[in-house]
């Protein structure tokens, strides 16, 4: 039987091998010399994760759950890939013209794009069955570990975990799964995002908060302190509605929100900062949010690109307490906004 060391290092391990999946899965596409392979490669590596699974005796229905979970999602990616422009005049995508039956419509269809978003949604599906691979397979808490051996905050790495299970999507009991569906995923935020509904995305806040909360935690858990328990949740349920709308980022040529990050994503970093006890809310929801980033290919920079999410959250932390002795005042908040930004 292993001891804690060796337990310790396998978790270690496990980190590792999430970190160099992701590197294979969006490197192989990104150079010249790989690309022809990448539709070998990155099924390939789709099949790895789930056959790791099912040697670990997990129910198919429990792999092919982060698929049904983000159908909508990856439907969505593809029919904008496949109907909007290229990214660039310069392109050199290929763009048939289909007629619509009955109708007599002339279509454009990027085949293009319509290949780079089915190569998306295989890439992000892998990481979600990697990180099941490192989160569940063995003792249920090894990315927890790991995480905490290379001497990461706690409220970071627990954070992490929790939103990672509740992204990929956990089985719901028949109430929670109507209450799901009747408040929606990332799907659905996207969705009224679209429609201008910011009501709507204040309600997804909240709901996600409490899916947090409500979430049963592992052994290890219940060492943490109510206060840390109470940050979690909160971190947890601001980092997935910041997951939610950075799906708009994935949309080529769609020049929707230019400046969503100001709009959405900084009111979200005060948030988790005003309503943590640690106060330190903002950089761990950034964080979170430029690891899940940084999983799905996002930005030219690689794992740097995290820091990009980290810094601003850092700012508002930083100047948060010294704003809230101030009078409630817009003006005041749009200057925190401009040193987040400078940041």
Known sequence: MLNHSGITSFAVLKVLYLLAVTAVAFMVPAFAITQPVRWLVIPALLALQALILLACRFPGSEIGRPAWR?????????????????????????????????????????LTGLERAA????????????????????????LVDGLRALRLPDLFVYSL???????????????RRAEAGGQGGIFS????????????????????????RERPGHASDRRLSPRLVHDIGIVTGIALCMASVKVIKLLPGLPFAPGHK?????????????????????????????????????GRFGILEIFKHV?????????????????????????????????
């Open 119 to 142: 190569l998306m949604c295989l890439q992000i599906l892998t990481l979600l069955l990697a990180s099941m691979v490192v989160r569940l397979a063995g003792s249920g808490s090894d």
């Open 311 to 343: 810094v601003p959250g850092l700012v508002i932390d930083l100047a948060s307490p010294r704003v809230s002795r101030l009078p409630s005042w817009a003006l005041g908040y749009c200057f925190l906004g401009l040193a987040a930004a400078a940041g």
């Open 161 to 175: 975990d929790h939103t990672l299970e509740l992204f990929g999507g956990k089985k719901k009991s028949g109430r």
């Open 70 to 110: 983000l159908k909508w999602l990856f439907l969505f990616l593809i029919v904008c890939y496949a109907l909007l422009p290229p990214e660039s005049h310069g392109a050199a995508d290929v763009v048939l013209a289909w007629r619509v039956p009955f109708v007599g419509w002339l279509v454009p269809l990027n």
């Open 262 to 298: 100001a709009l959405l994503l900084f009111p979200l970093y005060v948030l988790a900062s005003r309503l943590t006890h640690s106060g330190w809310g903002g950089t761990a929801a950034g964080s979170i949010m430029g690891v899940i980033g940084f999983l799905q290919g996002d």
């Open 189 to 212: 935020t996207v969705k009224r995002l679209l429609r201008g509904d910011i009501g709507g995305f204040v309600q997804t806040i909240s709901t996600n908060i409490e899916r947090a």
